[in-house]
């Protein structure tokens, strides 16, 4: 591993300072950038530790929402009894990914931002575009079971590992930065995330020193909020494909839905088309079904992850029916 500098930053504004210099880099949980830091994937010069900083809090907004610190561990928010409640989805997501140990380290910002499980990204010998820009994707022609069929290009089609940024997708929520000029902004989460293109080095609109100070949830949509993941075995594994869902049905027609799928796509990736194929139509399997067919028109398969395009369609149906009959 390469020698590094290590300070703990004491207030956030310190913090993006400190990241401002050349080769610095945030740590927090370290569960992923331990790793990658190990197999000489990442090189940071100077590691510049955000975890003590006073952003753990989850706190009510006047709006209904809640605000999630950048720094609340995956475990807390978890736990958290107003997210258990007003944000199932979420909280469903977060206990399905990774361990309870992980989640005890790893934090929201952290999460957020932790990078693919492509295993040619963490294969140094391997060509990868993500790891070395303009090298060549080796998971294109390669054993690709476990990659993205939405959003993808020929220089990359790996999928994004997370569960939560799912249910936060599903849910609208906005990220907060603070950049080094002391600016605040928010981003949707959607627009968060960059798709691959030709340049999958670059997976978000991060400005230089920027940090995640906090997720912002708006007030809980209407309806019935359920997340699926379907994985090779039943705990400590990424998704194949899972599902976040919220469904607004009574007896009549669907008034709302939102649908967001992980383990397709280089992002979270919210589907409008699903929805539309939703809204306005009876709860039966016909509509889950027609949705399904809108949220995978465009996917494409790469081979031996061609299974994920109907598995994703099956999920969501499910997914659908669950929560229309626990409405
Ligand atoms: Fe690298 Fe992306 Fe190709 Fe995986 S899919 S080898 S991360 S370029």
């Known amino acids: 591993m390469k020698p590094f500098t ?25 569960t992923n950038l331990l790793d990658l830091m190990k197999l000489g994937i990442e090189r940071p010069s100077h590691l510049v530790d955000i975890s003590r900083l006073p952003l753990r809090e989850i706190e009510e907004l006047p709006d209904g929402g809640l605000r999630i610190g950048a720094q609340a561990t ?29 989640r005890n380290k790893a934090s929201t910002g952290g999460n957020l931002l932790q990078r693919t499980r492509c295993p040619y990204f963490y294969d140094t010998a391997a060509d990868c575009n993500k790891r070395c820009p303009g090298s060549g994707c ?7 079971r476990m990659h993205a069929v939405l959003g993808t290009s020929d220089s990359c089609i790996a999928a994004h590992p997370s569960d939560m940024a799912v249910a936060m997708t599903a849910l609208a929520a906005e ?20 798709l691959p293109g030709d340049t999958p080095h670059i997976e978000t609109v991060l400005r230089p020193a920027e940090m995640i100070t906090g997720v912002v949830l708006p007030p809980p949509p209407p309806g ?3 997340y699926r993941k379907v994985r090779d075995r039943a705990s400590y594994e990424f998704a194949l494909v899972a599902v976040a869902v919220v469904l607004s049905a009574g007896e009549g027609p669907i008034d709302a839905a939102r ?68 409405g």
Not at 84 to 97: C, D
Not at 138 to 144: L, V, Y
Request: hydrophobic share 45%; proline share 4%; charged share 25%.
């Open 259 to 326: 649908v967001a799928f992980g383990g397709v796509a280089p992002r979270p990736w919210r589907s409008v088309e699903a929805e539309a194929a939703l809204r306005g139509r009876p709860a039966t399997m016909a509509t889950y079904r027609a949705a399904a067919e809108a949220a995978m028109r465009d996917a494409v398969g790469r081979g031996h992850n061609d299974f994920k395009i109907d598995l994703a369609g099956r999920t969501l149906c499910r997914t659908l029916a669950q929560a229309a009959r626990s």
């Open 175 to 194: 990220i907060e930065l603070l950049g080094p000029d002391a600016s605040v902004r928010r981003v949707g989460i959607t627009d968060f995330y960059r």
């Open 224 to 226: 019935r909020q359920l």
């Open 74 to 102: 995956n475990s807390d928010v978890a736990a958290d009894a107003r997210v258990r409640t007003r944000y199932p989805v979420l909280s469903q997501a977060l206990v399905s990914g990774a361990s309870g140990q992980l």
């Open 6 to 30: 290590y300070e703990r930053a004491r207030e956030a504004p310190a913090a993006v300072a400190a990241v401002s210099k050349d080769g610095a880099k945030f740590i927090s949980g370290g």
């Open 138 to 144: 080796s998971a294109i022609g390669g054993f690709n």
